[in-house]
């Protein structure tokens, strides 16, 4: 028997790039018992599966210290909401903080540039005593490397002890070597003017650099909590209170944490259902657009289940709790959405391996730039132009961009998707619906309705219709038979008056007899009109027939000896399948149907969709067979189900799609789910996952070619051509573009929208 692992999310503090997060998972995955460990910059968690018998959470935040890093301690029993709540003020006062430090670096680099920019004017010159300056300027640029840039250079301390390098160390070596050179400039300004080289000082380089980073992270920090917009808006769904019947009738407002499971719960028009629950008295038309994306309300009644956080429109009603907390359907999707945000995508492993290597390459590239300028440029500007260009490519190459490209695309598409009814379960299933080619439907309750339909009512010549359908309504009403079922539906959804029946029988296997009005009523299949020696008339038979051949069940009424007509009943098609269907089409995919059916229903079925190949008599056990037929087929297969029997054909598959209205073991193996029995859900998800994918690739793009470009222009690789150089302020400003830019592209996805087949 293999151990059973558990799953701990931990929330990180101090990371300040995806190098960051590199050397948290890294030290994570080094601890004994850690099974996998995966650090997400972007949404500032880690989520760690370990064996109990050889990790605790104890160790595992000492990993993360250990790494130089630091773990936001939460209470146990913290709702989602409260935990939220305490997310956002934390990063709230992160964000104040490194506002302040931003201003406080910009206002000194302000009066530091002016002050630098003095040896331009020489007029101005011979007025100031140049050592005197450069010690003021010395003076303002120290609040600015130990309060404002402080952090980089503990961030590049601790890399440097756990002999790794990360894009704090870039600006730190960058801006520290810049300050270094001025400080010798200033405190020793002979040496240089011994060898011929003027004490040139660099702190406006210092300040400037730090305040533009500053700048990017403060634009970065703010564009990352809109990233998370959807969790909030989820959290803000909940009810606050609920309004309890107590022990002799007493209804009182209480808060919404004291609810407690079997509670009786009134829910009034207009309010939001607190909790979710059983229906046990009442009826209502509950609005449930905040789960599936259904903008329709749905008929809820006595029986039916309840959500928490949807809203009873018309009616009152009242139901038991049956979940409460962290069980809610609410709080499992918040859960999922907050651990498909913390998932990796396929995609980011090309990130992740050029970032490793990517930092200790540039350091490399910097050292280079500075040997060979030092060499090669003119004696009295060698050493200046050889720190200049040593700083820029260090600051330039700062890959910052590269490691938000990935996760923030994915964080606002998982959010946008729950907002829409589709719930990812994590990234690895978003890039596999990009890659889909063939989805694979299961017909029952997937194309069609999963439940039986009256679609044709044919009284025999000489029968009255209203008063048939009076007569088979009362029958049926006291049958519990789905076919019965149907049968009242369909009187119920003409408004068929109701009129009684009496002595009701149930003949098993072939249908029911009673008396309605004085006359005696038989409503089943044709052994049952035969043993009651009825025969068909002729046009009756042509009925029966032309039903059949559409693979129809067919319901035979007789009244009072005679036979007065048939009913056709069969498993509908939804109204949206043949138009989601087509879409799918047009996005280049090929829809393929399953069903145990015999092919005469298979057939008629697929041609109402337009599907043109279809597998029939499939057996619930070879269903996943079917999926790898079609991936030998070199295909990439989502299928689509909602049942139990759909459940190992939903793991097989390259990704499972489950409906809602199925069953949790379907849900479990899928890893899409699809909170509307609708197909509708399907085109979502697909489109939304190209979308997303087309975002991350746009992202990486922006982050390689920047990178690539910007680091030989850095390097000065265009002076003896064009005369250009690029100035290391310039280069902070690019790089604190780099992050803003990816991060504006991938928060485009916001504005996502379902295409309506």
Same mark, same amino acid.
């Given at each position: 028997?293999?151990?059973?692992?558990?799953?701990?999310?931990?929330?990180?503090?101090?990371?300040?790039?995806?190098?960051?997060?590199?050397?948290?998972?890294?030290?994570?995955?080094?601890?004994?018992?850690?099974?996998?460990?995966?650090?997400?910059?972007?949404?500032?968690?880690?989520?760690?599966?370990?064996?109990?018998?050889?990790?605790?959470?104890?160790?595992?935040?000492?990993?993360?210290?250990?790494?130089?890093?630091?773990?936001?301690?939460?209470?146990?029993?913290?709702?989602?909401?409260?935990?939220?709540?305490?997310?956002?003020?934390?990063?709230?006062?992160?964000?104040?903080?490194?506002?302040?430090?931003?201003?406080?670096?910009?206002?000194?680099?302000?009066?530091?540039?002016?002050?630098?920019?003095?040896?331009?004017?020489?007029?101005?010159?011979?007025?100031?005593?140049?050592?005197?300056?450069?010690?003021?300027?010395?003076?303002?640029?120290?609040?600015?490397?130990?309060?404002?840039?402080?952090?980089?250079?503990?961030?590049?301390?601790?890399?440097?002890?756990?002999?790794?390098?990360?894009?704090?160390?870039?600006?730190?070596?960058?801006?520290?070597?810049?300050?270094?050179?001025?400080?010798?400039?200033?405190?020793?300004?002979?040496?240089?003017?011994?060898?011929?080289?003027?004490?040139?000082?660099?702190?406006?380089?210092?300040?400037?650099?730090?305040?533009?980073?500053?700048?990017?992270?403060?634009?970065?920090?703010?564009?990352?909590?809109?990233?998370?917009?959807?969790?909030?808006?989820?959290?803000?769904?909940?009810?606050?209170?609920?309004?309890?019947?107590?022990?002799?009738?007493?209804?009182?407002?209480?808060?919404?944490?004291?609810?407690?499971?079997?509670?009786?719960?009134?829910?009034?028009?207009?309010?939001?259902?607190?909790?979710?629950?059983?229906?046990?008295?009442?009826?209502?038309?509950?609005?449930?657009?905040?789960?599936?994306?259904?903008?329709?309300?749905?008929?809820?009644?006595? /029986?039916?289940?309840?959500?928490?956080?949807?809203?009873?429109?018309?009616?009152?009603?009242?139901?038991?709790?049956?979940?409460?907390?962290?069980?809610?359907?609410?709080?499992?999707?918040?859960?999922?959405?907050?651990?498909?945000?913390?998932?990796?995508?396929?995609?980011?492993?090309?990130?992740?391996?050029?970032?490793?290597?990517?930092?200790?390459?540039?350091?490399?590239?910097?050292?280079?730039?500075?040997?060979?300028?030092?060499?090669?440029?003119?004696?009295?500007?060698?050493?200046?132009?050889?720190?200049?260009?040593?700083?820029?490519?260090?600051?330039?190459?700062?890959?910052?961009?590269?490691?938000?490209?990935?996760?923030?695309?994915?964080?606002?598409?998982?959010?946008?998707?729950?907002?829409?009814?589709?719930?990812?379960?994590?990234?690895?299933?978003?890039?596999?619906?990009?890659?889909?080619?063939?989805?694979?439907?299961?017909?029952?309750?997937?194309?069609?309705?999963?439940?039986?339909?009256?679609?044709?009512?044919?009284?025999?010549?000489?029968?009255?219709?209203?008063?048939?359908?009076?007569?088979?309504?009362?029958?049926?009403?006291?049958?519990?038979?789905?076919?019965?079922?149907?049968?009242?539906?369909?009187?119920?959804?003409?408004?068929?008056?109701?009129?009684?029946?009496?002595?009701?029988?149930?003949?098993?296997?072939?249908?029911?007899?009673?008396?309605?009005?004085?006359?005696?009523?038989?409503?089943?299949?044709?052994?049952?009109?035969?043993?009651?020696?009825?025969? +068909?008339?002729?046009?009756?038979?042509?009925?029966?027939?032309?039903?059949?051949?559409?693979?129809?069940?067919?319901?035979?009424?007789?009244?009072?000896?005679?036979?007065?007509?048939?009913?056709?009943?069969?498993?509908?098609?939804?109204?949206?399948?043949?138009?989601?269907?087509?879409?799918?089409?047009? +996005?280049?995919?090929?829809?393929?149907?399953?069903?145990?059916?015999?092919?005469?229903?298979?057939?008629?079925?697929?041609?109402?969709?337009?599907?043109?190949?279809?597998?029939?008599?499939?057996?619930?056990?070879?269903?996943?067979?079917?999926?790898?037929?079609?991936?030998?087929?070199?295909?990439?297969?989502?299928?689509?189900?909602?049942?139990?029997?759909?459940?190992?054909?939903?793991?097989?598959?390259?990704?499972?799609?489950?409906?809602? /209205?199925?069953?949790?073991?379907?849900?479990?193996?899928?890893?899409?789910?699809?909170?509307?029995?609708?197909?509708?859900?399907?085109?979502?998800?697909?489109?939304?996952?190209?979308?997303?994918?087309?975002?991350?690739?746009?992202?990486?793009?922006?982050?390689?070619?920047?990178?690539?470009?910007?680091?030989?222009?850095?390097?000065?690789?265009?002076?003896?051509?064009?005369?250009?150089?690029?100035?290391?302020?310039?280069?902070?400003?690019?790089?604190?573009?780099?992050?803003?830019?990816?991060?504006?592209?991938?928060?485009?996805?916001?504005?996502?929208?379902?295409?309506?087949?």
């Amino acid at each position: 028997m293999e151990p059973t692992t558990r799953t701990e999310t931990l929330d990180i503090e101090g990371m300040t790039c995806a190098s960051c997060a590199a050397f948290v998972e890294k030290s994570l995955t080094r601890t004994p018992g850690v099974q996998r460990a995966v650090v997400n910059f972007a949404t500032e968690k880690a989520t760690v599966d370990y064996l109990p018998a050889q990790a605790t959470p104890a160790t595992l935040k000492q990993a993360v210290v250990m790494a130089g890093y630091g773990v936001t301690e939460r209470a146990p029993d913290t709702s989602a909401a409260d935990r939220q709540a305490e997310i956002d003020q934390q990063k709230a006062l992160a964000y104040q903080k490194l506002k302040r430090r931003f201003w406080v670096a910009t206002a000194l680099a302000i009066v530091i540039m002016p002050l630098s920019m003095l040896m331009l004017w020489p007029a101005l010159m011979a007025r100031v005593n140049m050592q005197w300056l450069n010690y003021g300027l010395l003076l303002l640029t120290l609040p600015v490397l130990l309060y404002s840039g402080r952090e980089f250079y503990t961030s590049a301390w601790n890399g440097f002890k756990h002999r790794a390098a990360n894009m704090d160390t870039l600006i730190a070596v960058g801006t520290g070597a810049a300050f270094l050179y001025s400080l010798a400039a200033t405190v020793v300004p002979g040496w240089f003017m011994r060898r011929g080289i003027m004490p040139e000082v660099y702190y406006d380089t210092t300040a400037t650099i730090i305040a533009l980073i500053l700048l990017g992270k403060v634009l970065e920090l703010r564009a990352k909590t809109q990233t998370s917009a959807a969790i909030k808006a989820l959290m803000g769904l909940q009810a606050k209170t609920a309004r309890v019947v107590r022990p002799g009738g007493q209804e009182v407002d209480v808060p919404i944490e004291q609810v407690q499971l079997n509670d009786i719960i009134v829910v009034r028009p207009g309010e939001k259902v607190a909790t979710d629950g059983i229906i046990e008295a009442g009826h209502s038309a509950v609005d449930e657009a905040m789960l599936t994306g259904e903008s329709l309300p749905v008929e809820k009644k006595e /029986g039916d289940p309840v959500f928490g956080a949807t809203l009873n429109k018309t009616g009152s009603f009242r139901f038991r709790v049956t979940k409460v907390g962290a069980d809610t359907m609410l709080s499992q999707i918040v859960k999922l959405v907050e651990d498909a945000q913390g998932s990796r995508a396929p995609i980011q492993r090309l990130a992740d391996k050029v970032s490793a290597i990517f930092v200790p390459t540039v350091v490399v590239i910097a050292i280079l730039t500075f040997v060979l300028w030092f060499d090669l440029a003119p004696v009295e500007a060698r050493l200046p132009l050889a720190l200049v260009n040593f700083v820029a490519v260090l600051i330039i190459a700062c890959p910052c961009a590269l490691g938000l490209a990935t996760p923030t695309a994915i964080m606002v598409s998982t959010g946008k998707g729950a907002e829409h009814g589709v719930l990812i379960r994590n990234a690895e299933a978003l890039e596999k619906a990009y890659q889909v080619n063939t989805v694979l439907l299961d017909k029952t309750g997937t194309i069609t309705r999963g439940e039986p339909a009256v679609t044709d009512f044919s009284p025999a010549d000489g029968q009255d219709a209203s008063q048939l359908l009076q007569a088979v309504a009362a029958v049926e009403r006291q049958s519990e038979h789905p076919l019965a079922e149907a049968v009242v539906r369909f009187a119920d959804a003409r408004h068929t008056p109701l009129v009684a029946a009496s002595g009701f029988r149930a003949v098993e296997g072939k249908g029911a007899q009673a008396t309605v009005n004085g006359q005696p009523v038989l409503i089943g299949n044709l052994r049952l009109l035969e043993e009651a020696g009825i025969s +068909l008339p002729p046009a009756v038979r042509r009925q029966a027939e032309a039903l059949l051949a559409q693979a129809k069940t067919v319901l035979y009424v007789a009244v009072a000896g005679q036979a007065a007509g048939v009913i056709g009943v069969a498993d509908t098609v939804r109204d949206t399948s043949r138009a989601a269907i087509q879409r799918l089409q047009a +996005l280049g995919i090929e829809v393929v149907m399953m069903t145990g059916d015999n092919p005469q229903t298979a057939t008629q079925v697929a041609a109402q969709v337009g599907i043109k190949r279809y597998f029939a008599e499939v057996l619930p056990q070879d269903k996943a067979g079917k999926v790898k037929e079609l991936q030998a087929e070199g295909r990439t297969v989502a299928m689509v189900g909602d049942g139990i029997n759909d459940a190992p054909a939903l793991a097989q598959a390259d990704i499972g799609l489950a409906m809602g /209205g199925g069953t949790d073991v379907a849900m479990e193996a899928a890893g899409i789910t699809l909170m509307r029995s609708d197909l509708q859900g399907v085109v979502t998800a697909i489109d939304l996952s190209r979308q997303t994918i087309r975002t991350i690739k746009q992202n990486l793009f922006f982050a390689f070619i920047y990178n690539t470009l910007g680091i030989p222009v850095a390097a000065g690789l265009l002076y003896p051509v064009f005369g250009w150089l690029l100035s290391p302020m310039l280069a902070a400003a690019a790089m604190a573009l780099s992050s803003v830019s990816v991060l504006t592209n991938s928060l485009r996805l916001r504005g996502f929208t379902p295409v309506k087949s």
